[in-house]
Nanobody, 118 residues
Protein backbone atom coordinates (compact mmCIF):
# COMPACT_ATOMS: atom_id res chain seq x y z
CA UNK A 1 0.00 0.00 0.00
CA UNK A 2 1.18 3.53 -0.73
CA UNK A 3 2.80 5.30 2.21
CA UNK A 4 2.75 9.07 2.72
CA UNK A 5 5.45 11.23 4.34
CA UNK A 6 4.78 14.89 5.04
CA UNK A 7 7.52 17.43 5.65
CA UNK A 8 8.27 21.14 5.67
CA UNK A 9 6.50 22.24 8.81
CA UNK A 10 7.97 24.52 11.44
CA UNK A 11 7.55 27.69 13.44
CA UNK A 12 6.60 30.79 11.47
CA UNK A 13 5.45 34.27 12.42
CA UNK A 14 1.96 35.50 11.56
CA UNK A 15 1.88 36.69 7.98
CA UNK A 16 4.67 34.35 6.99
CA UNK A 17 4.79 31.51 4.50
CA UNK A 18 5.64 27.82 4.46
CA UNK A 19 5.68 25.16 1.78
CA UNK A 20 4.76 21.66 2.84
CA UNK A 21 5.62 18.55 0.88
CA UNK A 22 4.01 15.14 0.75
CA UNK A 23 6.01 12.26 -0.68
CA UNK A 24 4.10 9.17 -1.77
CA UNK A 25 5.77 5.77 -2.10
CA UNK A 26 3.66 4.92 -5.14
CA UNK A 27 2.03 6.54 -8.14
CA UNK A 28 -0.20 9.46 -7.25
CA UNK A 29 -1.32 9.61 -10.86
CA UNK A 30 -2.82 6.15 -10.40
CA UNK A 31 -4.35 7.16 -7.09
CA UNK A 32 -6.11 10.20 -8.58
CA UNK A 33 -7.30 13.03 -6.37
CA UNK A 34 -5.06 14.09 -3.49
CA UNK A 35 -5.85 16.43 -0.62
CA UNK A 36 -4.34 18.23 2.32
CA UNK A 37 -5.82 18.08 5.80
CA UNK A 38 -4.98 19.52 9.18
CA UNK A 39 -5.82 18.78 12.77
CA UNK A 40 -5.49 21.34 15.52
CA UNK A 41 -5.38 20.31 19.19
CA UNK A 42 -8.83 19.37 20.43
CA UNK A 43 -10.40 19.71 16.98
CA UNK A 44 -11.47 17.33 14.26
CA UNK A 45 -9.37 16.82 11.20
CA UNK A 46 -10.26 19.40 8.52
CA UNK A 47 -9.89 18.98 4.79
CA UNK A 48 -8.20 22.05 3.32
CA UNK A 49 -8.37 21.35 -0.37
CA UNK A 50 -8.19 18.82 -3.15
CA UNK A 51 -6.19 18.54 -6.34
CA UNK A 52 -7.26 16.27 -9.16
CA UNK A 53 -5.02 14.16 -11.36
CA UNK A 54 -5.18 16.97 -13.90
CA UNK A 55 -4.31 19.63 -11.28
CA UNK A 56 -7.73 21.20 -10.83
CA UNK A 57 -8.10 22.44 -7.28
CA UNK A 58 -10.72 23.45 -4.77
CA UNK A 59 -10.26 24.82 -1.27
CA UNK A 60 -12.03 25.20 2.03
CA UNK A 61 -13.20 28.73 2.75
CA UNK A 62 -10.81 28.90 5.71
CA UNK A 63 -7.76 28.80 3.42
CA UNK A 64 -9.06 29.99 0.05
CA UNK A 65 -6.84 32.70 -1.38
CA UNK A 66 -4.01 31.93 1.03
CA UNK A 67 -3.12 28.28 0.39
CA UNK A 68 -2.27 26.64 -2.92
CA UNK A 69 -2.07 22.91 -3.62
CA UNK A 70 0.09 21.57 -6.43
CA UNK A 71 1.34 18.17 -7.49
CA UNK A 72 4.16 16.59 -9.46
CA UNK A 73 2.87 13.29 -10.79
CA UNK A 74 6.30 12.28 -12.13
CA UNK A 75 7.88 12.64 -8.68
CA UNK A 76 4.82 11.42 -6.72
CA UNK A 77 4.83 14.64 -4.72
CA UNK A 78 2.03 16.89 -3.50
CA UNK A 79 2.69 20.37 -2.16
CA UNK A 80 0.90 22.91 -0.01
CA UNK A 81 2.04 26.52 -0.33
CA UNK A 82 0.76 28.48 2.65
CA UNK A 83 0.87 32.27 2.64
CA UNK A 84 -0.45 34.92 5.02
CA UNK A 85 -0.36 32.44 7.86
CA UNK A 86 -2.44 33.09 10.96
CA UNK A 87 -2.16 31.70 14.50
CA UNK A 88 -5.33 29.69 13.85
CA UNK A 89 -3.47 27.80 11.11
CA UNK A 90 -1.44 26.08 13.83
CA UNK A 91 -2.02 22.35 13.43
CA UNK A 92 -0.53 19.10 12.25
CA UNK A 93 -0.82 18.91 8.47
CA UNK A 94 -1.40 15.72 6.50
CA UNK A 95 -1.96 14.67 2.93
CA UNK A 96 -4.10 11.77 1.75
CA UNK A 97 -6.30 10.64 -1.11
CA UNK A 98 -9.97 11.48 -0.53
CA UNK A 99 -12.83 9.23 -1.54
CA UNK A 100 -16.12 10.45 -2.96
CA UNK A 101 -17.91 9.68 0.29
CA UNK A 102 -15.62 11.63 2.60
CA UNK A 103 -13.15 9.06 3.82
CA UNK A 104 -9.57 8.50 2.68
CA UNK A 105 -7.88 5.77 0.69
CA UNK A 106 -4.46 5.55 2.31
CA UNK A 107 -2.94 5.10 5.77
CA UNK A 108 -2.24 8.43 7.44
CA UNK A 109 1.34 9.59 7.59
CA UNK A 110 2.93 11.14 10.65
CA UNK A 111 2.02 14.65 9.54
CA UNK A 112 4.10 17.77 9.88
CA UNK A 113 3.61 20.35 12.63
CA UNK A 114 2.99 23.96 11.67
CA UNK A 115 3.06 26.54 14.44
CA UNK A 116 2.19 30.15 13.71
CA UNK A 117 3.25 32.38 16.54
CA UNK A 118 5.15 35.57 17.21
Amino acid sequence: QVQLVESGGGLVQPGGSLRLSCAASGSIYTIGDMAWYRQAPGKQREKLGTITRGASTNYADSVKGRFTISRDNARNMVYLQMNSLKPEDTAVYYCNAPTAWGSTKLPWGQGTQVTVSS
